[in-house]
């Protein structure tokens, strides 16, 4: 793998205020994992103006974090709306530049209001379809899926009462069919490592782009490597190692570094 310091940017949007942001010191850390649970980022924000921290602090808005390394473009590698109840700004000392700065704290929830605010209430007294279970919860969280028919299992119910949380009955659901459905950027993903919109290409991890397998335990194994940002839990990638060999699924991928170093890792965990 190679190491050092990398040729990439981060910088981030925020449409609804009308913000970018590309030319501040930035701290980040995104955990993403197979979980039916919000992916989270945490951001470190050195020296924002006053005027856009207060413009930030009026609403629960939408940030899309974009990473750009070299020249090609930037990669959209997380969507989400900041927890208003989690932002502090404090001088704080930059242990990375040694130097007393204003630091603005806070973090992004991936598909917040689908996940925190939305709820459902459904009686199916007749027979129903998991399938259709299933896209009556995403109705309600305000997301969409194209082809979920094709890409999953089916199962039939003589009635089934839907109430509470959706994302809490999506999760019932797809134990009993023995799957994973995620989502990521606002997008739902199936368990067969693809989005149900498409079909991303198989990233390949090697010695020149990660380090070594790392065996956990007899299930899990993790590996140090450049960012990769379009990879995400359930893809499927392609592992070329004399230690091991062969097609494997995400569970977990996190992404960490700040763009003043010039530093990002992705750590990557698989399922055996």
């Not at 009955?169 to 739902?188: M, P, S, T, V, Y």
């Not at 060999?245 to 991928?253: D, Q, T, V």
Request: with cysteine; net charge neutral.
């Amino acid at each position: 793998m190679n190491s050092g310091k990398l040729d990439f940017k981060i910088s981030f949007e925020i449409k609804e205020l009308d913000i970018n942001i590309d030319n501040l010191d930035i701290d980040f850390k995104v955990k993403r994992s197979s979980r039916n649970e919000p992916d989270l980022a945490y951001i470190y924000l050195w020296n924002l103006d006053e005027t856009t921290y207060q413009s930030i602090l009026q609403k629960n808005a939408q940030i899309n974090l974009y990473l750009t390394i070299g020249n090609n473009d930037p990669i959209r590698f997380f969507v989400g709306e900041i927890d208003i109840n989690t932002i502090c700004r404090k001088p704080l000392l930059n242990k990375y530049k040694n130097t007393p700065d204003i630091c603005t704290y806070f973090k992004i929830i991936d598909s917040k209001r689908a996940y925190l605010n939305s709820l459902i209430n459904i009686n199916y007294r007749e027979r129903v379809s998991s399938t259709k279970i299933i896209l009556d919860c995403l109705d309600s969280m305000g997301l969409k899926a194209n082809h979920l028919e094709n890409s999953i299992p089916e199962k039939f119910y003589d009635s089934y009462k839907a109430k509470g949380y959706p994302h809490v009955i999506l999760r019932k659901i797809c134990e009993a069919l023995d799957i994973n459905l995620i989502i990521q950027n606002g997008i739902l993903k199936g368990a067969n490592g693809a989005y149900i919109t498409s079909s991303p290409h198989i990233e390949e991890l090697n010695v020149y782009n990660s380090s070594l397998p790392i065996f956990q335990n007899l299930q899990e194994i993790i590996f140090y490597a450049n960012p990769i940002p379009a990879l995400n839990p359930l893809d499927i990638i392609y592992c070329n190692f004399s230690t091991l060999n062969g097609l494997y699924m995400i569970s977990s991928i996190d992404f960490y570094g700040n763009n003043y170093d010039k530093i990002c890792t992705s750590k990557l965990t698989i399922g055996l």
